[in-house]
């Protein structure tokens, strides 16, 4: 695929929700088509987290795909494109790695994050897919001690202070080739470089969705990108959906 030049704007309420109401509203989004927030106001994440972003501190931007893969091979295009932007991030001098499902951690503490979420339109003759990414870009080590010690930024890790434009151009220019494989070869073709990123392969985690938490050596991942839980009983367990607890 490739990435037409981004639709930038000053302020909406979520790049995701202004997409997903545009194909409601039968809008013509080209292939390609970004569209990108200097301000977020009423972002989310999984589980309707809040994500809001400031002027010239965060990146927010969300894009859409059309897809014939299946409903469970969806998920695993959050995690390649979790991949497409670690690569991106790691441009800048450090190491980034993933969080299963959808979160991008530099030392343990999350830089930016990913939502996948399906409209029921058809676009351009199968599924529209809108994606949404947020990172941390100009966040600095003065915000609120609660949120340095989960949270950090490109600024945080190299001293400097980044455009915001720049940055995602950085992004688009390394996800083409992440977003390509997982659709020529799903989760497969993208296993060994997310195993290599991903935090906490072959450690005891606790895993939760909101309503449950399970625990178990995080032993791998299947051919969709669901979770695969040891738990104590040696029996292997699918997880689908939740958020690993570090």
């Known amino acids: 695929m490739k990435f037409l030049d981004p639709e930038w704007h000053d302020k909406l309420s979520s790049t995701n929700t202004v997409l997903l109401d545009w194909l409601k509203s039968r809008e013509k989004i080209p292939p390609g088509f970004v569209l990108a927030a200097l301000e977020q106001t009423a972002g989310h994440g999984r589980y309707n987290r809040h994500w809001i972003s400031k002027a010239g501190r965060d990146l927010t931007f969300s894009f859409v795909l059309s897809t014939s893969n299946v409903l469970e091979e969806l998920a695993s295009l959050t995690q390649a494109v979790a991949l497409g932007t670690a690569a991106a991030l790691d441009t800048f001098g450090f190491l980034t790695q993933t969080k299963w499902p959808n979160d991008l951690l530099v030392r343990g503490r999350k830089i930016g994050g990913i939502l996948s979420e399906q409209s029921d339109v058809q676009y351009n003759d199968g599924k529209a897919i809108v994606v949404g990414v947020g990172i941390n870009v100009n966040m600095q080590d003065m915000e609120p001690i ?23 151009n950085t992004i688009l220019e390394m996800l083409p080739q992440w977003i390509d494989r997982w659709e020529e070869g799903g989760f497969p073709a993208i296993r060994e470089d997310w195993i290599a990123r991903c935090v906490s392969v072959g450690e005891s985690v606790t895993v939760g969705d909101g309503t449950e938490r399970q625990s178990g050596i995080l032993a791998g991942f299947g051919d969709k990108g669901q979770l695969l839980l040891r738990v104590k009983d040696g029996v292997l367990r699918e997880v689908w959906a939740g958020d690993v607890e570090l």
């Open 146 to 168: 609660t949120l340095i010690k989960t949270a950090t930024s490109i600024r945080i890790e190299t001293g400097r202070k980044y455009a915001i434009k720049d940055v995602l």
